[in-house]
């Protein structure tokens, strides 16, 4: 894939994942499956050798910077870029396709989010070579997840027929459905889930940006000439704050025509929650995911992660999240970890900055 | 009260409020129901003004002295005695009558445990003088609780007749029993709870001493001598460690003729659990007790201890007990309060010195 650029989006808290993940330990740099590495860290392996880490360019925000280069060193610093302020995903890979088209004009790119989780990584490599090939020729391309059930946290694709070897056309992108919707697409069969991934090239989606979000195109022509000089960072300070602040699916990929979709089913998760967390770790004979030092007497299917030091002593409980950090601690219901959102809205509201 | 002395039993760690009770930082040190004061602190002040602070004599062990000080300044330094080592109630109380017996040989000594809470101080107090009344003629008197159900984790006493007004004799002092015989004890409706709450003159249980524990009685002379003086310290590591480790309840008490038995009902509580503890507490409107910074979502009936500086976010859950300190933190089913023994035994195994 000797053209192509990993552009992978590290922005984001994953609040989730509170109290692990805070503005400075956001989810994409803790390792939340026990898998020995952060999520980031797996995103960057999981591309090489194909996408080497000199061309894997990461976008992320500019207060954990320093953090992002100590996770990923064998990212070279100038790939690791930092987004003055979040503006969802359309800015992020506006921006980044202006440096992969500075580096390489026929540049094509793997974009995909840093805080995901691949399982078979052999599966994952044979679709992005597909999608890759597709790409370079001039299609948006994507990958959508073959769906496990009807579920409604994630948008939908719709997929037509077979153009060739596992590629399909995508009729359209849909929104989030509700569980009525969702179990009709599962029922319909060619209704993939949406991943966040995408292929293609930089002067392909700079393109579409052009056509499709003219206002966010004409921020990017301001900032075009200072890629890669030393006055990136302040026009883009000045700029990326007023862009639009747009996903890539809502701004271009529910609108543009002749998109492409690979089906996958490469034992995907995008973690969105502390049991998927405990669904995807190793279980010891309690049903147990302990990391940390701890005593555990008469207790099941519960995950448990100390911070240094602290000593987590479980007595006669079940199905529980317990997460502690040096400032926080949580406590939920392996049923409720969907309230932890909840918990860090009631933090936000009491100004707790300090534990956000 | 003229002549009555006050010997709050002041040693143990009361490892059931584990993490909360530590080696320095025992049960009676601690304010298990949000009262405000330290258990230690709630008992000095129930005995006032009939028996004021300096005529309170604390017994505790020496690896906490300096906190127990701090813990009751209104008790001058000289009251509270620090035992070596602990070697049960009998030692500790006859070592305690040899003090009493100097300062005043017509001394009465009303003997009680540090730890346990009333609820009724006017009731106590009534109760208390009737009991003085009696020792102070030459009986040992007994606080009887009367009991609210067949417990099975207190020892009883057996009452026979009404000598005066509110005082029975005690037929016999009984262990722990099992439910069947604590069943049998509530349905013949004169039993009542042994408290650990005596009333005595100092020269009365020295004697009683003497004929039922010589061996006792023999290192309390060797002490006798050297009690108020510099030498004091220097005697009593020789000997106290050697005597005979054993209750005041089998040494004496099971033994002894004529005791007598006030039956109170004041409210008491030994305080046994977490459970216990969260009973006995206020509760707010979700029958949470909440001691510290916290978020609480959709969860009900825990009680909540969090360290400080550290913040509690509990989502979805019921029937907890949250205990964070430093260095240790217990999450366990309120059902499940007696198992924090089996953590305790277990970092006994494991060593963890600093955790106990």
Redesign the interface.
Known sequence: MKNTYAVIMAGGVGSRF??ASKSKTPKQLLDLTKSGKTMLKATVERLAPEIPPDRVIIVTGKNIIDEVILAVPEVPKKNILAEPQGRNTAPCIGWAALHVKKLNPEGVMAVMPSDHLVAENGIFKEASQKAVNAADKGSIVTFGIVPSGPETGFGYIETGKEIADGIKTALGFVEKPDLETAEKYIAAGNFVWNSGMFFFRADKILNEIKSLMPELYKGLEKIEDSIGTALETSVLQEVFPALPSESIDYGIMEKAENILCVPVDFGWSDLGSWGAAYNLSEKDENRNVIDGES?I??STDCLVR?SD?????????KD?I?V?TG???????K???Q??K??VN??KE?G?KE?L
Chains 1, 2 share one sequence.
């Open positions: 509170w109290p005593i007497i008469e100390a030091k602290k000593l987590i002593a479980l007595a006669g409980v529980l317990v502690d400032d926080a601690l949580l406590i939920c219901n049923d409720c970890d309230d932890v909840k918990v009631r933090l009491l707790k534990l």
